[in-house]
C-alpha cells in the first residue's frame, strides 16, 4: 500500500492570492494535474483524462488556507487509505449524482475547469504550480532517479533483434514495477526515427540504432527522458546531429534562469541547428516543437518565439530537441546558473557539454 504525501499547505498557501486578486469565496480544482498537485495523491484511474476523480474545494480559514476533497463513493476509500492524509476533509457522493459544492459555500467561486457561474482561474493556479516548494523538488529528484535508472538499465539490455514494441515492453514492465506511471512511450528503430518525431512503438526491429523516450509519473510529477542506443560504431553524420542536438540543449539549458523570457531563450537556442550545418539544418526546429515547462503535465505546453512567460524559480522544464533521426531529453530544475537536471546518468556514456556532462549515444 502507498503512504499518503502531506505538504500540501505550503503548496497551495499561494492561492490565496488567487482568492484575493479574483475577490473569490472559494476555488475549485478540477483537472487531474491540478488535483494531483494540491493532494499530493493519484487522483485519476484512467490515465489519458484530464478530469479528477476527486474536487479540490479550497476556501479561507483562520489558519490560511482549508482544503476539502469531494469523491465517488467509489473513490472515497482508496482516497481516504492510500492517497490522502488522514487530517483531510472528505465528502463522497453516490456515483450517479454529479459533486456538487456544500451549501455552506457561497458567494463568487472560481475554478480551473468552471461551470456555468464559475470565473475562469485556470491560468491563475497553473501560474502558482509552476514553482515547486522544497519538498516537491525533493520527492521529484527521487523520482528521477528512479526513473532514470530504470531506463537506463533496460535499454543497456536491448538487442539489435528486438522489436520497437518489444523494448516498449521491458520499459513498461519495469517503470510499473517501480511504481512509476508511463504516459508517453516513444521507441524509433532505424527504419523510422528518421521519419517520425512521435514514433509510437511498432513490430518493426529496433535495427542498428534507436531511440526511446518516457514520460512518468509519480503522484503527479512527470519525469520526461530519452535515450540512445547504437549497436555499431556511430557514423561521423550521426555525431555531429547529435553533438548539434547536445548544442540547443545547451543553449535551453543557459538560458533556463528566473526572470528569463521564455520566446527570448528558445530563439538564440534554435539559432544553433544553422551552426551545426548539416544533417541538421536552420529550420530544423520547425519540424517538432523543443519541449517547455513540466511537472504535473508531460508539458504544460510548448514554447515558441512568441512566448511571453517569465521562468518562475524552482520550475521544471523538459527540453527535447530532435533531428537527424536524434533526439535528446531529460526533466530539469530553473537556477540561477540555469537548467539542473534532476538525475545525471550512471553508468551510462556521457560527454561534456558547455560545461555539462550530458548522456552520450550507447554502444551496446
Known amino acids: 500500500m502507498t503512504a499518503p504525501l502531506d505538504g500540501r499547505a505550503e503548496r497551495i498557501a499561494p492561492l490565496a492570492r488567487v482568492l484575493d486578486e479574483h475577490d473569490l469565496s472559494a476555488l475549485v480544482l ?99 504550480r509552476q514553482h515547486l516548494t522544497d519538498a516537491e523538488c525533493e520527492r521529484y529528484r527521487a523520482t528521477a532517479r528512479r526513473v532514470v535508472d530504470t531506463m537506463e538499465t533496460v535499454l543497456r539490455q536491448a538487442r539489435s533483434t528486438l522489436s520497437e514494441q518489444e523494448v516498449a515492453g521491458m520499459l513498461s514492465g519495469a517503470l510499473a514495477s517501480r511504481g512509476l506511471e508511463c504516459l508517453v512511450l516513444l521507441v524509433a528503430g532505424d527504419e523510422r526515427r528518421y521519419r517520425f518525431r512521435h514514433p509510437l512503438p511498432t513490430p518493426g526491429p529496433i535495427g542498428e540504432c534507436f531511440f526511446a523516450s518516457v514520460c512518468a509519473r ?11 542506443v547504437s549497436f555499431r560504431p556511430v557514423p561521423e553524420a550521426e555525431r555531429r546531429a547529435y553533438q548539434g542536438l547536445l548544442a ?44 517547455g515547462p513540466t511537472g504535473y503535465l508531460p508539458r504544460d505546453w510548448p514554447v515558441t518565439p512568441a512566448t511571453t512567460a517569465v521562468i518562475a524559480t524552482q520550475q521544471a522544464f523538459a527540453w527535447n530537441p530532435t533531428g537527424g533521426g536524434l533526439k535528446v531529453e531529460d526533466t530539469v530544475l530553473s537556477s540561477p546558473t540555469g537548467g539542473v537536471p534532476l538525475a545525471a546518468s550512471r553508468g551510462w556514456p556521457t560527454c561534456e557539454v558547455a560545461g555539462r556532462l550530458r548522456p552520450d549515444i550507447l554502444l551496446a
Open 248 to 291: 540547443v540543449e545547451a543553449r535551453l539549458l543557459d538560458g533556463t534562469v528566473p526572470g528569463r523570457v521564455l520566446g527570448e531563450v528558445l530563439t538564440a537556442a534554435v539559432a544553433e541547428y544553422a551552426a551545426a550545418g548539416p544533417p541538421l539544418h536552420p529550420d530544423e526546429w520547425h519540424l517538432h516543437h523543443q519541449g
Open 30 to 128: 478540477r483537472r487531474a494535474p491540478n488535483v494531483a498537485w494540491a493532494t499530493g495523491g493519484r487522483v485519476h484511474v484512467a490515465m489519458a483524462i484530464d478530469a479528477s476523480v476527486a474536487d479540490v474545494l479550497i476556501t479561507r480559514s483562520p489558519d490560511g488556507l482549508a482544503l476539502r476533497v469531494l469523491t465517488s463513493v467509489i473513490e472515497e476509500p482508496r482516497l481516504r487509505a492510500e492517497e490522502l492524509p488522514a487530517s483531510t476533509a472528505v465528502q463522497a457522493f453516490p456515483w450517479w449524482q454529479p459533486r456538487a459544492l456544500p451549501t455552506d459555500v457561497t458567494g463568487r467561486i472560481g475554478s480551473d475547469a468552471p461551470k456555468a457561474g464559475e470565473v475562469d482561474v485556470a491560468q491563475a493556479v497553473e501560474g502558482v
Open 218 to 228: 509519480e503522484r503527479g510529477l512527470i519525469v520526461s527522458a530519452t535515450r540512445v
